[in-house]
């Protein structure tokens, strides 16, 4: 993963390692990032700030590959719905 001006510059690698990391999603806040990696066991979610450090595992049954924050408010509290 990868975050970069819309003109391509100022690239910084965000993800590193062995696995594909794939399909960041940024919070509605742009503070954090979530993204699929099977770095470990299968296909997992992991959370990461948005320069790329305090990278965590936010599940681990290996079945998920695209993250989602549709159900986030901007103050990180689920809706209700």
Do not use: H
């Not at 001006?5 to 399909?23: H, K, R, Y």
């Not at 979610?45 to 989602?68: H, V």
């Amino acid at each position: 993963v990868f975050l970069m001006n819309a003109d391509g510059s100022m690239q910084q690698q965000l993800t590193s390692g062995s696995g594909n990391n794939e399909n960041p999603s940024f919070s509605p806040d742009g503070r954090y990032l979530v993204f699929s990696s099977s770095r470990n066991r299968g296909s997992n979610l992991y959370l990461m700030m948005w320069d790329g450090s305090n990278q965590t595992a936010i599940t681990t049954d290996g079945q998920c590959k695209t993250p989602d924050w549709s159900n986030w408010l901007d103050t990180g509290e689920k809706k209700k719905e």
